[in-house]
């Protein structure tokens, strides 16, 4: 028991509160009329798993803590495999918003 300290959470434990209100959020955005809409939905979602990414990833092997593999003060330089898993998001949210871009323009000159 920490006596004394304001905040005692565990990093996994403090992650875990994370990743759920990230999702509570994508839930209940449904209903903001103006950011219900499905592509909003899923890039969000999509994003959304990051923090499940790193709740498990991040926490485990790069902070340090009672439920964590790491060892000492925790890693001083980020792997590189964040910042590819950053770039592939990255990726697949820029094609996805080309892609609903040029949907919606085709839908509206049919119309």
Same mark, same amino acid.
């Given at each position: 028991? $920490?006596?004394?300290?304001?905040?005692?959470?565990?990093?996994?434990? &403090?992650?875990?509160?994370?990743?759920?209100?990230?999702?509570? =959020?994508?839930?209940?955005?449904? !209903?903001?009329?103006?950011?219900?809409?499905?592509?909003?939905? $899923?890039?969000?979602?999509?994003?959304?798993?990051?923090? =499940?990414? !790193? &709740?498990?990833?991040?926490? $485990? !092997?790069?902070?340090?803590?009672?439920?964590?593999?790491?060892?000492?003060?925790?890693?001083?330089?980020?792997?590189?495999?964040? !910042?590819?898993? =950053?770039? =592939?998001?990255?990726?697949?949210?820029?094609?996805?918003?080309?892609?609903?871009?040029?949907?919606?323009?085709?839908?509206?000159?049919?119309?």
């Amino acid at each position: 028991m $920490n006596h004394g300290v304001y905040w005692g959470w565990d990093p996994k434990e &403090t992650w875990a509160l994370v990743s759920m209100l990230v999702y509570a =959020i994508v839930i209940h955005l449904r !209903f903001i009329p103006a950011l219900s809409n499905r592509f909003l939905f $899923n890039v969000l979602s999509l994003w959304s798993y990051s923090a =499940i990414l !790193f &709740t498990f990833f991040g926490v $485990n !092997f790069i902070l340090v803590g009672l439920h964590s593999y790491a060892q000492g003060e925790g890693v001083a330089e980020w792997p590189t495999s964040v !910042f590819v898993a =950053i770039g =592939i998001f990255g990726a697949f949210t820029l094609l996805a918003t080309v892609k609903y871009l040029m949907d919606s323009s085709s839908k509206s000159k049919k119309e």
